[in-house]
């Protein structure tokens, strides 16, 4: 049986940067989600905006799927879509929008930003994934940034409790999500994967419906297009874009990336919220974008073809890419 090498791991030849350029447009647009999740969140409930959320990224994927006629994924992609819908499209969002009402934003990020840690754990321990030198280094840098920011960026009034807790609970959530997708992207595409995942995290957020009908009809326009941006740009574009370049790495690699979303916060409020940053939150972004840099880093050697993530662009085509010997 012959192995095709993954793209991640070949030293030589032209590198492919679409992955790249994946994983950092979802890091962009996850950065903005903090600033639309702080303005929607002072008119809608949790639960009824992650609600809201879930079902315009539904439409959008939904409408995107039929006209690439991409089909439902077969059923061995499914335990990884219920897992990523239910933990990372449903818990996670509802667990983050109630727990940034509960605390700062500076608390708050540095609470969730366990998640690419426990994300690199999780990897290796259920995934088989590698735990090189340079990304734990890489992270640690990056948390130490994030912590940072964090501090910064913290008010002077006491955290919440609650929210302390809720923000480590989504960070478990997300991280669970992110590992329990990463095996069903072997089967089905980047978009048939998270269009199934948010139609799922949707469905599970339905006891919302209730308080989501009643918050549309009191809230601000604004706030309710800051709920429809959330569902088109930081959830249908932003998770299908993390999903493609998740599934031609690994998920501590791609953990680790998200560990820009700080300093790309802090930039967003300096330019479009006037909102100038101190010196120390800065400090802390920069340190977050070497983290990054250096998990990132490739060696020689690469990863293991053992650990490789083979890419699949279709269901129907995901069982040959994988090689004969898959029973």
Same mark, same amino acid.
């Given at each position: 049986?012959?192995?095709?090498?993954?793209?991640?791991?070949?030293?030589?030849?032209?590198?492919? =940067?679409?992955?790249?350029?994946?994983?950092?447009?979802t890091v962009l647009l996850w950065a903005?989600?903090? *600033?639309?999740?702080? %303005?929607?969140?002072?008119?809608?409930?949790?639960?009824?905006?992650?609600? $809201?959320?879930?079902?315009?990224?539904?439409?959008?994927?939904?409408?995107?799927?039929?006209?690439?006629?991409?089909?439902?994924?077969?059923?061995?992609? =499914?335990?990884?879509?219920?897992?990523?819908?239910?933990?990372?499209?449903?818990?996670?969002?509802?667990?983050?929008? =109630?727990?940034?009402?509960?605390?700062?934003?500076?608390?708050?990020?540095?609470?969730?930003?366990?998640?690419?840690?426990?994300?690199?754990?999780? $990897?290796?321990?259920?995934?088989?994934?590698?735990?090189?030198?340079?990304?734990?280094?890489?992270?640690?840098?990056?948390?130490?940034?994030?912590?940072?920011?964090?501090?910064?960026? %913290?008010?002077?009034?006491?955290?919440?409790?609650?929210?302390?807790?809720?923000?480590?609970?989504?960070?478990?959530?997300?991280?669970?999500?992110?590992?329990?997708?990463?095996?069903?992207?072997?089967?089905?595409?980047?978009?048939?994967?998270?269009?199934?995942?948010?139609?799922?995290?949707?469905?599970?957020?339905?006891?919302?419906?209730?308080?989501?009908?009643?918050? *549309?009809?009191?809230?601000?326009? %604004?706030?309710?297009?800051?709920?429809?941006?959330?569902?088109?740009?930081?959830?249908?574009?932003?998770?299908?874009?993390?999903?493609?370049?998740?599934?031609?790495?690994?998920?501590?690699?791609?953990?680790?990336?998200?560990?820009?979303?700080?300093?790309?916060? *802090?930039?967003?409020? =300096?330019?479009?919220?006037?909102?100038?940053?101190?010196?120390?939150? *800065?400090?802390?972004?920069?340190?977050?974008?070497?983290?990054?840099?250096?998990?990132?880093?490739?060696?020689?050697? $690469?990863?293991?073809?053992?650990?490789?993530?083979?890419?699949?662009?279709?269901?129907?085509?995901?069982?040959?890419?994988?090689?004969?010997?898959?029973?």
């Amino acid at each position: 049986m012959t192995t095709t090498p993954d793209p991640t791991t070949t030293p030589s030849g032209p590198r492919d =940067w679409r992955a790249p350029a994946a994983a950092c447009t979802t890091v962009l647009l996850w950065a903005s989600a903090f *600033v639309s999740i702080r %303005s929607a969140g002072e008119a809608y409930s949790p639960g009824a905006l992650a609600l $809201g959320r879930l079902l315009t990224g539904s439409l959008a994927l939904g409408a995107l799927l039929l006209l690439r006629r991409e089909g439902i994924p077969p059923r061995a992609a =499914w335990p990884g879509i219920l897992k990523s819908g239910l933990l990372w499209f449903g818990l996670y969002m509802v667990l983050l929008n =109630w727990g940034e009402q509960q605390v700062d934003a500076g608390t708050a990020a540095m609470v969730v930003n366990i998640g690419p840690l426990l994300i690199a754990l999780l $990897g290796a321990r259920m995934l088989g994934e590698a735990l090189s030198g340079r990304l734990l280094t890489g992270m640690a840098v990056s948390f130490a940034g994030a912590a940072v920011v964090g501090l910064s960026m %913290s008010g002077h009034g006491r955290a919440s409790v609650l929210g302390v807790v809720l923000c480590l609970l989504a960070a478990v959530a997300c991280a669970l999500g992110v590992v329990g997708q990463k095996p069903a992207l072997q089967y089905g595409s980047a978009l048939q994967i998270t269009t199934f995942g948010c139609l799922v995290g949707a469905v599970g957020c339905l006891p919302f419906a209730g308080a989501l009908v009643s918050d *549309v009809a009191e809230a601000p326009l %604004s706030a309710t297009l800051n709920m429809v941006y959330l569902g088109l740009f930081p959830t249908a574009l932003a998770f299908t874009t993390w999903a493609y370049a998740l599934a031609r790495t690994t998920a501590g690699r791609m953990g680790a990336t998200t560990y820009a979303v700080p300093a790309l916060v *802090v930039l967003m409020s =300096w330019l479009l919220l006037d909102e100038v940053p101190a010196p120390l939150t *800065v400090g802390g972004g920069l340190l977050c974008l070497a983290g990054v840099a250096v998990s990132r880093l490739r060696t020689r050697t $690469g990863l293991t073809r053992k650990n490789a993530a083979q890419p699949v662009e279709g269901s129907r085509h995901g069982a040959q890419r994988q090689g004969t010997g898959r029973s």
